[in-house]
């Protein structure tokens, strides 16, 4: 039996949140479907800002789930940057995908004061900022470049999605964002921004929609599934730190 594939699940769990319970299941319908070796755990964003190195040194992917604003925006972003940075797998979705705006505008494009107008409303760069809709409960079509990561996991270009946020980035720093090599991949049917990929990393997305309220025991969400199967590829690739330990999963 192989050593389990190693998840963080980086938000400060809410047992009330359906998008939090979905992400739980999301991961079993995969683990179950596919017969995979997954263990995963939740990790609060306060425990991520106080060492960070210590919750995500050993695992094989991060997502950084819905529930903005964070307990702590630093520990959100710490887990983009460790992502990032490091060439671990990345999915994050609705805040996950908000703050992994934000961190790459701060760490890379040059942005430094950038920030979101949720945990910030006097903030005078607005990376993130309030959508003219709310999304919240709503489901609607997303179009995605075709030649994409996220075009290919789906095996088609336009998809239906249902989302939970107020928030999203701002048009005004689209480009620059561009340039620096956050790749706009997918927008709603007014072209506004909702996935995102980063160029060169192995598995770097981000979603404004949350994919897991759309998975099924017999279908399970297809970025879910790309996840745990780049994941996967990690756990096979990476060398073995001396000495390093097997984290508990909380789902059994």
């Given at each position: 039996?192989?050593?389990?594939?190693?998840?963080?699940?980086?938000?400060?769990?809410?047992?009330?949140?359906?998008?939090?319970?979905?992400?739980?299941?999301?991961?079993?319908?995969?683990?179950?479907?596919?017969?995979?070796?997954?263990?995963?755990?939740?990790?609060?964003?306060?425990?991520?800002?106080?060492?960070?190195?210590?919750?995500?040194?050993?695992?094989?992917?991060?997502?950084?789930?819905?529930?903005?604003?964070?307990?702590?925006?630093?520990?959100?972003?710490?887990?983009?940057?460790?992502?990032?940075?490091?060439?671990?797998?990345?999915?994050?979705?609705?805040?996950?995908?908000?703050?992994?705006?934000?961190?790459?505008?701060?760490?890379?494009?040059?942005?430094?004061?950038?920030?979101?107008?949720?945990?910030?409303?006097?903030?005078?760069?607005?990376?993130?900022?309030?959508?003219?809709?709310?999304?919240?409960?709503k489901a609607a079509p997303v179009f995605l470049d075709p030649t994409c990561r996220t075009a290919a996991i789906y095996?088609?270009?336009?998809?239906?999605?249902?989302?939970?946020?107020?928030?999203?980035?701002?048009?005004?720093?689209?480009?620059?964002?561009?340039?620096?090599?956050?790749?706009?991949?997918?927008?709603?049917?007014?072209?506004?921004?909702?996935v995102a990929e980063l160029s060169g990393h192995p598995f770097f997305i981000a979603t404004l929609f949350q994919p897991?309220?759309?998975?099924?025991?017999?279908?399970?969400?297809?970025?879910?599934?790309?996840?745990?199967?780049?994941?996967?590829?990690?756990?096979?690739?990476?060398?073995?730190?001396?000495?390093?330990?097997?984290?508990?999963?909380?789902?059994?």
């Amino acid at each position: 039996m192989p050593t389990s594939a190693r998840l963080a699940i980086v938000g400060d769990y809410d047992p009330t949140m359906y998008t939090h319970l979905a992400i739980d299941e999301a991961l079993r319908h995969v683990r179950e479907l596919r017969e995979h070796a997954l263990e995963w755990k939740w990790v609060g964003t306060a425990e991520i800002a106080a060492d960070p190195d210590t919750h995500l040194a050993l695992v094989d992917a991060i997502w950084l789930a819905p529930g903005s604003p964070y307990a702590s925006l630093e520990g959100a972003l710490a887990a983009v940057r460790h992502a990032r940075v490091g060439g671990i797998p990345f999915l994050g979705v609705c805040g996950g995908f908000q703050h992994a705006v934000l961190e790459f505008a701060r760490s890379v494009a040059g942005i430094p004061d950038a920030d979101h107008a949720e945990s910030n409303p006097a903030t005078e760069v607005p990376v993130i900022t309030a959508l003219a809709c709310s999304l919240v409960g709503k489901a609607a079509p997303v179009f995605l470049d075709p030649t994409c990561r996220t075009a290919a996991i789906y095996g088609r270009w336009r998809v239906v999605e249902r989302y939970h946020c107020s928030y999203g980035v701002n048009p005004e720093y689209r480009a620059s964002l561009q340039r620096a090599g956050l790749q706009f991949v997918g927008e709603d049917d007014h072209g506004d921004a909702r996935v995102a990929e980063l160029s060169g990393h192995p598995f770097f997305i981000a979603t404004l929609f949350q994919p897991q309220l759309e998975s099924a025991p017999d279908a399970p969400a297809p970025l879910v599934r790309a996840l745990v199967d780049a994941a996967i590829y990690h756990r096979d690739h990476r060398p073995t730190p001396r000495g390093s330990a097997t984290i508990t999963a909380i789902i059994q």
